[in-house]
T-cell receptor, first 112, second 118 residues
Framework: GENVEQHPSTLSVQEGDSAVIKCTYS??????FPWYKQELGKGPQLIID?????GEKKDQRIAVTLNKTAKHFSLHITETQPEDSAVYFC???????????FGSGTRLLVRP | GAVVSQHPSWVICKSGTSVKIECRSL??????MFWYRQFPKQSLMLMAT?????????EQGVEKDKFLINHASLTLSTLTVTSAHPEDSSFYIC??????????????FGPGTRLTVL
């Protein structure tokens, strides 16, 4: 089955700097890759997603890149702000599968 | 994005009692809903998948007689933790999957329910 690995587990950046979180997946049939932000005591919130027919997607300060050949995808946050501090999860899913397989999460701290 | 609600947001119960958690998709119909469990500082663990009008599919290691799931309508799924014990204390999160011609089948999560069993 699918396995998703996520790095780093913790990331501390200065406000205004960029943050990059990387994930790798094992199942080449996976074709949908969402990213979720989870604040303390709350449910995960979908912040951006990408399908395998595109290599990059951007939404304001957030971007996701996908390398199908290497089977890895990354989340890029530019001009980080303290309110970006949260736990971020990547996930992967194939068309034939109804399950989202999650990475282990990255705790991002943006220092003011 | 679509909105998923959960009720209650937190519950404290005595060992041996049962607790029901509701999950609702507020502005879309969800043929499929998912129930997750999350321990502190850990990732989400899928417990079961429920499809409207049919029996839930449980993940390996999840006791179906302990975690009863009902998906009676396209907007409501319930999880009942029967005969709860302290080890069942956790953060339970539901999720609903959207469908449609303009949808990429995104999955939206509820705010979670914190269960504490004394």
């Amino acid at each position: 089955g699918e396995n998703v690995e996520q790095h780093p587990s913790t990331l501390s950046v200065q406000e205004g700097d960029s943050a990059v979180i990387k994930c790798t997946y094992s199942d080449s049939a996976s074709n949908y890759f969402p990213w979720y932000k989870q604040e303390l005591g709350k449910g995960p919130q979908l912040i951006i997603d990408i399908r395998s027919n595109v290599g990059e997607k951007k939404d304001q300060r957030i971007a996701v890149t996908l390398n199908k050949t290497a089977k890895h995808f990354s989340l890029h946050i530019t001009e980080t702000q303290p309110e970006d501090s949260a736990v971020y999860f990547c996930a992967a899913r194939g068309d034939s599968s109804y399950k989202l397989i999650f990475g282990s999460g990255t705790r991002l701290l943006v220092r003011p | 994005g679509a909105v998923v609600s959960q009720h209650p947001s937190w519950v404290i119960c005595k060992s041996g009692t049962s607790v029901k958690i509701e999950c609702r998709s507020l502005d879309f119909q969800a043929t499929t809903m998912f129930w997750y469990r999350q321990f502190p500082k850990q990732s989400l663990m899928l417990m079961a998948t429920s499809n409207e009008g049919s029996k839930a599919t449980y993940e390996q290691g999840v006791e179906k007689d302990k975690f009863l799931i009902n998906h009676a309508s396209l907007t409501l799924s319930t999880l009942t933790v029967t005969s709860a014990h302290p080890e069942d204390s956790s953060f339970y999160i539901c999720s609903a999957r959207s469908y449609g011609p303009d949808s990429y089948n995104e999955q939206f999560f509820g705010p979670g329910t914190r269960l504490t069993v004394l």
